[in-house]
């Protein structure tokens, strides 16, 4: 069974970056597309970005155009995720989670990596 | 891009049978997941492809699809039950996926 590892929790001050790490253990992780979700406090989810599995095709949310970097080594499938110029509406739970789908009718997302929180403070 | 439209909350009495809704156009197109979220914890998926239960989800979940609306009803509710929930599709105007707001559902 597949399980998602994220990399631990990071403060940063506004105007800086951060990286989150998602690595897999279980079945083969370096086949699938890989999914990024944020959750602010006390806020629902939100589809942040998805990368293919050969790291070569990156959607991304409209409001992440610019600041969001998705990538990946495709030797190992560890999905990275970058934003930068953060500021403090950007704290929030971070989660990496893998694409399922079914004859292009039917997506869902499991397993889920155990979530990082990013804190923006100054 | 679209939107999917949750109730923010919704209580059911405790054995009770509750629907939770999803309305929204890429729904026409798509089916939607479902996540069940605890406090402190990662969502889980507890439904999928309209009415596909993973391992593991107890048969009281179930799920069902028509027009722009997707929901998801739980029969005979449980104390465990309480949750947020949030359904996900892919947004069929632009290449991308939207979650819904998320309903918090409280057993009573």
């Known amino acids: 069974q597949v399980q998602l590892v994220q990399s631990g929790a990071e403060v940063k001050k506004p105007g800086a970056s951060v990286k989150v790490s998602c690595k897999a253990s279980g079945l083969p992780f370096t086949r699938s597309w890989v999914h990024w979700v944020r959750q602010a406090p006390g806020q629902g989810l939100e589809w942040m970005a998805v990368i293919n599995p050969r790291g070569d095709t990156m959607v991304y949310a409209e409001k992440f155009q610019g600041r969001l970097s998705v990538t990946r080594e495709t030797s190992t499938g560890t999905v990275y995720m970058e934003l930068s110029r953060l500021r403090s509406e950007d704290t929030a739970v971070y989660y990496c989670t893998k694409d399922n789908s079914l004859h292009d009718a039917a997506w869902w997302f499991a397993p889920w990596g155990q979530g990082t929180l990013v804190t923006v403070s100054s | ?108």
Do not use: H
Request: glycine share 10%; hydrophobic share 30%; proline share 5%.
């Open chain 2, 1 to 108: 891009s679209s939107e999917l439209t949750q109730d923010p909350a919704v209580s059911v009495a405790l054995g009770q049978t509750v629907r939770i809704t999803c309305q929204g156009d890429s729904l026409r197109n798509y089916y939607a997941s479902w996540y069940q979220q605890k406090p402190g914890q990662a969502p889980l998926l507890v439904m999928y492809a309209k009415d596909t239960r993973p391992s593991g989800i107890p048969d009281r979940f179930s799920g069902s699809s028509s027009g722009d609306t997707a929901s998801l009803t739980i029969t005979g509710a449980q104390a465990e039950d309480e949750a947020d929930y949030y359904c996900n599709c892919r947004d069929s105007s632009v290449n991308q996926w939207v979650f819904g707001g998320g309903t918090k559902l409280t057993v009573l």
